[in-house]
């Protein structure tokens, strides 16, 4: 592994090279999991001359932390956020662990989200380190190189139950240089119903699963999905769901005794996750007694005041302000009191697709912003 790579560019081949694909849902890959690329992130810090430590969040996933010390008694704690993991690689059009240029454009497993603004912080950290020390600003910069974000910001939450904590953080993520200061919350179930199973050619001898969970979908449909429309936030917009996944039987032939569907509601500080986990129980109850409602994933919204000191630090190396729907470790750090916004180099339409990619020029535009941030605070 080289230490010296000639680019921004040629980094991102590096930790490309390294899978990381969060074992959650459909991998693809032989050996899920962050570990080899937690190492390879722990000693680029090194040798960049942080103190590292390494907090495993399950074996062979560690969240890594990377901590800059100023040269005096330090001002602030401002945690820079990359998460390790990135989704899985099955189905993908180009080479996932081969960095791939076509046309300006960098392609790759994690080359968006978030190996790329990785590497454009990583770049950054290289010139801020050739700074005299006394040159630099009293700052603590803690890297903290998160494990699990891809499903349910695992390791950000382990961070910050065990007491963890910061002044300001800045979660690594695809945000076209725009600082994104608000984004929804996430409440994400799965219902499921039992019934009997029996012979496609006799129904009436079994109980169809399937069929118990119809009127709920349409309750949901008809009845939550324009409750939750018509509660409005003045910067996140409505809070919305979708039902994104109804399963139901083994064979064409058999009737099903199992159903289940999945719901990601997505939410503002306006509207209680609580509340909602009622309704929704209260329809289940209505509409299909008998099944069982779990909790698969929940986070807090958050806004981030745009007059926030650090915030605005960063705005000045930015491109403007943004507000997003999706979930990410600012959330997490947030809920928990610390000032977050999501920021860096990359489209977010790009993240988790088969052709994931991030234009050249954005990631070196990512590591100049990076630079100014790090030198100008």
């Given at each position: 592994m080289s230490r010296r790579p000639s680019s921004p560019a040629a980094l991102l081949a590096e930790m490309v090279a390294v899978p990381s694909v969060n074992p959650a849902g459909d991998p693809g890959a032989s050996t899920p999991g962050e570990a080899r690329y937690g190492a390879w992130i722990a000693s680029h810090l090194r040798e960049l001359g942080a103190d590292v430590a390494v907090r495993p969040l399950?074996?062979?996933?560690p969240t890594v932390l990377g901590v800059f010390e100023p040269a005096g008694p330090p001002r602030a704690t401002v945690a820079l956020v990359p998460h390790l993991d990135t989704v899985g690689v099955a189905g993908m059009t180009v080479p996932p662990f081969t960095l791939t240029r076509r046309a300006g454009r960098l392609h790759g497993r994690g080359a968006c989200d978030t190996k790329g603004p990785t590497a454009a912080l990583l770049w950054a950290l290289r010139a801020w380190t050739r700074r005299p020390a006394a040159r630099r600003p009293r700052v603590r910069w803690?890297?903290?190189?998160?494990a699990g974000e891809e499903e349910g910001s695992a390791g950000a939450q382990a961070l910050v139950h065990e007491g963890w904590r910061a002044d300001f953080a800045v979660a690594l993520e695809p945000t076209d240089l725009r600082v994104v200061h608000a984004a929804k919350g996430i409440l994400r179930l799965w219902i499921e119903a039992r019934g009997r199973a029996c012979h496609g050619s006799q129904p009436q001898r079994g109980d169809n699963?399937?069929?118990?969970?119809?009127p709920l979908a349409l309750a949901l449909r008809d009845i939550l999905a324009p409750e939750l429309a018509a509660q409005r936030h003045p910067l996140l917009g409505a809070a919305s769901l979708n039902l994104g996944v109804m399963?139901?039987?083994?064979?064409?032939?058999?009737v099903p005794d199992s159903c289940r569907v999945g719901l990601d509601i997505r939410l503002h500080p306006g509207v209680s996750a609580e509340a909602v986990l009622a309704r929704v129980r209260a329809l289940v109850q209505e509409h299909a007694p008998r099944a069982t409602v779990q909790v698969h994933r929940s986070g807090p919204s958050f806004v981030t005041a745009r007059s926030e000191p650090w915030a605005r630090a960063l705005r000045r190396v930015a491109r403007g302000w943004a507000k997003a729907d999706w979930f990410c470790d600012a959330n997490i750090f947030a809920g928990a009191g610390i000032p977050a916004v999501a920021f860096g180099p990359g489209a977010i339409a790009q993240a988790h697709t088969k052709d994931e990619y991030i234009r050249e020029r954005e990631l070196l535009a990512g590591a100049e912003a990076f630079r100014r941030f790090l030198e100008g605070t």
């Open positions: 399950a074996p062979g996933r803690v890297v903290v190189a998160t699963a399937v069929y118990r969970l119809l399963q139901g039987g083994r064979d064409i032939n058999i």
